[in-house]
Each structure stands twice: as C-alpha cells, then as structure tokens.
T-cell receptor
C-alpha cells in the first residue's frame, strides 16, 4: 500500500546523544517535510525538501539536521544541540508547488531521559 | 509572515452541529485544508477547498470560504463521539508547504 512511514513510534534519548528519526514514503512525492508538535503550539516546520539532494531550513531548524539522498527517504537527526527535544515529530510528503495536500506519517514521540 | 488562527477548544453536544473557524493571512493561497488528528496519531486530511470556491460539501462536512475576510470554517453535521479530535486549518501553495493553525480541540458532550 502507498503511504508514508515513520519509525520508531517511540524513542528515548539520553541527554547529549544524537538520535535519528526515519521517514520513508512510496507515494513518489517530490516534497518532504518535518514538523514538531508541542501541546498548544500546533505544528512548527523544522526542515523541508522540495527535491532530492536539496533541503531548506524551516522556522525551528536549530539543533536538527536532515539529508535527502533518496526521493523516498528524509531522515531527521536530533542533535545534542537541541535544548528541548522532547516532542512529537511528524513527517509529511506532498507534490511540489502548487501544493495540493500533505500526507502525514503516524509520528514519532521522542522523550529525553 | 503567514499566519493561521483558530480557537483552541470547541465543546458541542452529541448530535449537534460543530462549526470550527479559522482565519488566515496569506491571500495567495491556492488551496485551504482541514486536517484531523486523533490522539497519538498523525494528521489525516479531511477535506480541502480551492481558493476560487466559496463552499464545498462532502457528506457530513461543509467547508465555507470567505476570501474577502480570509475566513474558513468547517461544519460537521450530527457530531458523533468519533469526531472527538484536534482539527487543524492549513493554507498552502508556497515552497515550504502548508502553514498550520494551532488546532482546535473538539470535545463532544454526551
């Protein structure tokens, strides 16, 4: 079935460690996005990529890094520089502008212990 | 910058209609969207409306768009307990994808 898959669903990280969240899509979408969701904050854009081997910073990119080596994959690394990483992370994909809609994964809940 | 505003909470009785409102600032948006998020899950697209339309109906869902006032609403007829969720309004058309509101928590009273 076509869709967008995030893994793992739950992730625990010790302070000072980097962790990588996986996002894979088989919808043949050019564009992929990472959002962070905190209670009462809605969705905030971390990074986005409109095409393979290219990506742009969103509104809250500090402490995060991404790569887009393949069309299907857009992994997000939460680095030790991110001071408050505990959050729900959502990956989405869609067609390039003019966008029609974004398809979301089921999310990864990251907790720093 | 672009902004999308929604009320944070809406409480309705089961069987009544729910109306969730949204205002946006980006007048160049080609499409406007409504997404639904259930607890611990991703966002699911409910419906969308093209910016040159003023109404779209899809079963229990009715979307109204007032482009002059930049106001979008989602009406859910005969609200059921399964409609309890967070509803996000979003506008789009830019290179950085969609801009989301903070979401409206729909609470269903028995």
């Amino acid at each position: 079935d076509g869709g967008i898959t995030q893994s793992p669903k739950y992730l625990f990280r010790k302070e000072g460690q980097n962790v990588t969240l996986s996002c894979e899509q088989n919808l043949n979408h050019d564009a992929m996005y990472w959002y962070r969701q905190d209670p009462g904050q809605g969705l905030r854009l971390i990074y986005y990529s409109q095409i393979v081997n290219d990506f742009q910073k969103g509104d809250i990119a500090e402490g995060y890094s991404v790569s887009r080596e393949k069309k299907e994959s857009f992994p997000l690394t939460v680095t030790s520089a991110q001071k408050n990483p505990t959050a729900f992370y959502l990956c989405a994909s869609g067609n390039r502008i003019p966008n029609t809609e974004a398809f979301f994964g089921q999310g990864t809940r990251l907790t720093v212990v | 910058g672009e902004d999308v505003e929604q009320s944070l909470f809406l409480s309705v009785r089961e069987g009544d209609s729910s109306v969730i409102n949204c205002t946006y600032t980006d007048s160049s948006s080609t499409y406007l969207y409504w997404y639904k998020q259930e607890p611990g899950a991703g966002l699911q697209l409910l419906t969308y409306i093209f910016s040159n339309m003023d109404m779209k109906q899809d079963q229990r869902l009715t979307v109204l768009l007032n482009k002059k006032d930049k106001h979008l609403s989602l009406r859910i007829a005969d609200t059921q307990t399964g409609d309890s969720a967070i509803y996000f309004c979003a506008d789009g058309g830019g290179a950085d994808g969609l801009t989301f509101g903070k979401g409206t928590h729909l609470i269903i009273q028995p």
